[in-house]
């Protein structure tokens, strides 16, 4: 195979529990990863946690347990949330892990090397919560612009020469229109990088938990240039020249849109630093809020995404996701609007389109698969069948590569939604007793039009997806997009499964 794909996650902080903006994150990567695979690329998917920086030692410190115990533990959760939302990663990166460390250290060494780091002393605004630097500036009534606390530090610091690398950046986003996705979010950055990039501090002397500066243990890593290199690291910079070389660039670097600066500013500026070349993209997707309000754990609104699967299932829920909202913009939690969305999309339409017409089947066709063997086809019945195997393969990969979720989960709707209509048009019940060739071959194009629905959505609620898979007997080879061509049809005669329950219930 040489058609490969790499996909990242945010790594993410260890001072709490995963919450619903983090699954969101992991679930898009998740989307892509499965949806790259099934045009035959060869995926690699990393995500993992950010367990270094003054925010986590706090943490700890505030729980009264030693920071390695205390990181262990949380990162845990995460690797919960990830079987839970049944996420297909190919590595968990820790930043506490020793291959990282390296990594880290490595990618210091060669800035340093290369002329871009230097000594100096830093003094200005730092915000604990973001763990980012501030200009006096940026500051809103005394605080960061995100409402963190600040607080001034001085002390001696490296510096990164960031403010050299402007012309550089502002080439990489001309040249590249994709490279920051979505377009709303390109025009912030461009002005900010227009305005005047600063040299970036990226040490600190007055804590610990962090990476060692190479031959300087006085001073540990800034968080965010240790945290960025994981995307090296997981893929073997230090330790696996093959495995780094097939992956790297990174294909997505998926993120929230907070973190907007940190990647498409100073990880592409270290790279170009390094002499890497950069991601095709980062895409910056919208916030959560729940019920119209900032979640936060002082409203006591915080949604976990491990109760939401437990209430809900994990299908039910991933769909919420992707479907309720077009994937870029922000996003409103509420248990109505999953109720709802989960009983009309997935229990009223694919699933009772399923349901009743493998019921039929079951009943009327002996549980075999139809006959297509008719030859009074009509107008309708063509175009339903033209439409099934006329799906545009490249535009769909394409729309998967732009991250257009929301819109490949509104195509798939309306192929359930189409193919309930043509059933009910024809109503294969009534040609039972009038005409049962008919019969059969509007039985065989719904069956067609559950098997495309199965292979559409299957990286979006995979297990579900597979589920109707297996209920039409489709072999596990086939599952992938260039099975939704008509040669893979299935074959009249063949069986089905007899023994049926509905896939989604109802709420
Ligand atoms: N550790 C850094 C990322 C380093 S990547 C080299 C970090 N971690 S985080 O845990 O705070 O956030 C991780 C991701 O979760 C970010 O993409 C962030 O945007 C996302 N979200 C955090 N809260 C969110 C919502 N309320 N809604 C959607 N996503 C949110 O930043």
């Not at 950046?169 to 600063?198: A, C, H, M, T, W």
Request: aromatic share 14%.
């Amino acid at each position: 195979m040489s058609k490969t794909f790499y996909v990242t996650s945010p790594i993410y902080y260890v001072n709490d529990k995963p919450h619903i903006g983090h699954a969101y994150t992991s679930v898009a990567c998740d989307i892509l990863a499965r949806a790259m695979r099934m045009f035959e690329y060869e995926v690699f998917f990393l995500t993992g946690t950010d367990e270094h920086g003054l925010k986590i030692e706090k943490t700890a410190r505030s729980n009264k347990i030693d920071t390695k115990e205390f990181v262990d533990q949380v990162s845990l959760h995460f690797k919960e949330m990830n079987t839970k939302l049944n996420i297909s990663n190919d590595d968990f990166i820790r930043t506490t892990e020793e291959r990282h460390k390296e990594t880290a250290q490595k990618v210091w060494t060669k800035l340093k090397e290369n002329g871009t780091i230097y000594l100096d002393k830093y003094s200005g605004w730092y915000a604990v919560r973001d763990e980012a630097y501030y200009a006096e500036t940026e500051l809103v009534n005394g605080k960061a612009p995100t409402g963190a606390d600040v607080e001034w530090i001085e002390e001696p610091s490296y510096f990164f020469n960031l403010s050299k690398w402007g012309d550089r950046l502002l080439e990489l986003y001309e040249k590249n229109p994709n490279f920051i996705q979505p377009d709303s979010r390109k025009n912030e950055i461009i002005n900010f990088v227009k305005y005047g990039l600063k040299d970036l501090s990226i040490s600190r002397t007055t804590f610990k938990w962090g990476v060692p500066v190479p031959n300087d243990p006085n001073h540990v890593m800034y968080v965010w240039l240790d945290a960025l290199t994981n995307y090296l690291s997981g893929i073997g910079y230090c330790n696996n020249e093959e495995l780094f070389n097939k992956f790297w660039p990174a294909n997505v670097h998926m993120i929230g849109k907070d973190i907007t600066r940190f990647h498409t500013i100073y990880w592409p500026a270290f790279l170009m630093a390094l002499d890497l070349p950069v991601p095709e993209k980062v895409f910056a997707h919208g916030w959560w809020k729940i019920e119209g309000e900032k979640m936060s754990k002082s409203l006591n609104n915080v949604v976990s995404p491990i109760d939401m699967v437990d209430k809900f299932g994990v299908d039910q829920v991933r769909w919420f996701m992707f479907r309720g909202f077009p994937f870029g913009n922000d996003c409103d939690f509420c248990n109505d609007k999953v109720t709802n969305m989960v009983n009309s999309d997935l229990a009223d339409n694919i699933g009772n389109l399923v349901h009743r017409s493998l019921s039929m089947i079951i009943k009327n066709c002996s549980g075999k698969v139809p006959s297509n063997n008719y030859n009074q086809i009509e107008t309708d019945d063509n175009e339903f069948i033209n439409k099934l195997y006329n799906i545009d393969l490249n535009d769909l990969e394409n729309k998967f590569r732009n991250c257009q979720f929301y819109e490949i989960a509104n195509d798939i709707m309306t192929l359930s939604t189409n193919t309930n209509c043509y059933m009910n048009i024809k109503a294969p019940w009534k040609l039972r007793k009038e005409n049962n060739e008919k019969m059969e071959y509007v039985l065989y194009n719904v069956l067609e039009a559950v098997r495309h629905i199965g292979i559409m959505s299957r990286s979006f609620i995979p297990r579900s997806a597979d589920i109707i898979l297996d209920y039409l007997k489709v072999p596990v080879n086939e599952r992938t997009f260039c099975n939704l061509k008509r040669e893979y049809a299935l074959n009249p005669g063949n069986n089905i499964e007899n023994n049926i329950v509905p896939v989604f219930q109802k709420f």
